[in-house]
């Protein structure tokens, strides 16, 4: 029999909404920093209709801009963190390899801020990673620290800490109404709460959601097809699980970049995909048609014919993802222009799961009205002109 339910609180320190990777990191460090936090998730936990779901996601220390690679340290010792407080394994280190032309200006900024690298011609990658084949003049960067995060475990891991430490996560509740003011009042489904900060991490639903607080962000969702490749002859072709990751850089036939993970969700399977997607509004992104041209699984399978040949050339599983960006593909770390207790943070443009650890910490110090660890100033609201409604 259900014990009596109690009266609800209704007050907190802080409301963060959307219990994805970023908001949930955000209400860790809240909740480990003694403030009485309510985390709030339109869906029932766990879902898979946002950008957190899945098994795996890559973590680098390569990064062509440095506002990223100054963090990644950081990010590497708070996964760790996490891995011990919650007796979890949430990394596994397989390395991985940029592809590209050399000189290639993206490649060359990655190598820079690996301080150790190693370049691979095409003979020394076939030597190493024999399931790889470099077309003729290209190079292969190797971020030996680089790996997989396994994503949906790193989630539950995140919001386990933060209610261990007092946070309280209400899921399938969707968040309504916003009321600004020196507290803010927040209205759900299901009930009114208040807190004197509040903080956005809504994923795609960000740009929709902060049009009731005058500012028109501009974030694009894209509906992303994440596409897994059989292994032809399992285990024979230096693939599967044995692979590293790897990323191409300044290939002409895939300008944004094709990007690949070792079989780690389903067994022989290799998780191949485009860093591109088709523009989406994510409460509709399944009403594409299946009989829609998919212009991306023809440039993979064309990439997979030339660079994996021990993989099959059609997808063997086709799942969907979102990415939410913004046009400089930066994050939006920032208070709202004109409620400074309002924080947001979204726009994570496709590579924002690794450093959620850190993103949580900015977000919660700009809450707190703390000097920020790391320079803001790539990641202000203020470069882009106009996102203020002329309402406010
Ligand atoms: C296919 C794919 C591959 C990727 N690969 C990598 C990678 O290899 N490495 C990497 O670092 N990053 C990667 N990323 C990016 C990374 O996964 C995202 O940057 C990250 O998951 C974004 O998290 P989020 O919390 O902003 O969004 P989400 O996870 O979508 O969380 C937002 C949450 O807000 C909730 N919400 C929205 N509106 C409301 C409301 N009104 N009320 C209550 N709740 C609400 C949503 O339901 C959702 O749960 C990848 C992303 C995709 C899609
Ligand atoms: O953040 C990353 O490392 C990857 C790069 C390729 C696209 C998906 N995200």
Same mark, same amino acid.
């Given at each position: ?14 409301? @963060? ?20 936090? %309510? ?25 062509? &801009?440095?506002?990223?690679?100054? !963090? !990644? +340290? ?6 760790? &963190?996490?891995?011990?407080? /919650?007796?979890?394994? *949430? ?33 020394? %990658? ?18 030996? /620290? ?12 995140? &919001? ?21 003011? +020196?507290?803010?009042? @927040? ?22 959601? =902060? ?6 962000? #501009?974030?694009? +969702?894209?509906?992303?097809? @994440? ?33 690949? %993970? ?7 399977? !290799?998780? =191949? ?19 829609? #041209? ?19 050339? &059609? #997808?063997? =599983?086709?799942?969907?993802? *979102? ?31 690794? *450093?959620?650890?850190? @993103? ?33």
């Amino acid at each position: 029999m259900a014990a009596p339910s109690q009266p609800q609180k209704s007050t907190y320190d802080v409301i @963060v909404i959307g219990a994805g990777i970023q908001g949930s990191f955000t209400a860790y460090h809240l909740a480990q920093r003694h403030k009485d936090t %309510l985390l709030l998730e339109q869906f029932l936990l766990p879902h898979s209709r946002g950008s957190s779901h899945g098994q795996s996601r890559i973590i680098r220390s390569a990064y062509p &801009q440095e506002c990223y690679s100054r !963090m !990644m +340290p950081e990010s590497f010792r708070l996964w760790q &963190q996490l891995e011990a407080e /919650t007796g979890t394994t *949430l990394y596994r280190q397989t390395g991985l390899v940029l592809l590209g032309p050399p000189g290639e200006p993206e490649l060359e900024a990655c190598r820079r801020s690996l301080g150790v690298d190693e370049v691979l011609d095409a003979a020394a %990658l076939a030597q190493r990673f024999p399931g790889f084949r470099l077309q003729a003049g290209q190079v292969a960067v190797l971020d030996s /620290t680089a790996g997989v995060l396994f994503a949906d475990r790193a989630l539950r891991a995140a &919001q386990e800490v933060f209610r261990r430490h007092g946070g309280t996560l209400r899921d399938g509740e969707k968040v309504l109404r916003i009321e600004p003011g +020196p507290t803010v009042t @927040v209205t759900t489904t299901a009930g009114v709460y208040r807190a004197p900060l509040l903080i956005i991490t809504a994923g795609a639903w960000t740009g929709a959601f =902060v049009e009731q607080l005058g500012l028109r962000l #501009p974030l694009q +969702p894209l509906r992303i097809d @994440v596409c897994y490749w059989r292994e032809k002859q399992p285990g024979s072709a230096g693939l599967g699980s044995v692979s590293p990751c790897f990323l191409t850089l300044g290939l002409s036939q895939a300008p944004h970049g094709i990007y690949g %993970l070792p079989s780690i969700e389903y067994p022989g399977l !290799m998780k =191949v995909c485009h860093h591109n997607g088709s523009p989406t509004d994510p409460e509709k992104r399944d009403q594409a048609s299946s009989s829609t #041209p998919r212009p991306d699984i023809a440039t993979l399978s064309s990439f997979i014919s030339s660079y994996l040949p021990g993989l099959e050339t &059609q #997808p063997a =599983v086709m799942e969907t993802c *979102l990415y939410t960006n913004t046009p400089d593909e930066d994050f939006i770390l920032d208070q709202h222009p004109k409620f400074s207790n309002i924080v947001i943070g979204a726009g994570f443009s496709g590579h924002g799961f690794k *450093l959620a650890p850190v @993103v949580g910490k900015l977000l919660c110090e700009l809450s707190l009205g703390e000097e920020p660890s790391y320079n803001m100033a790539p990641f202000a609201i203020s470069r882009f002109p106009g996102v203020l409604g002329a309402a406010l």
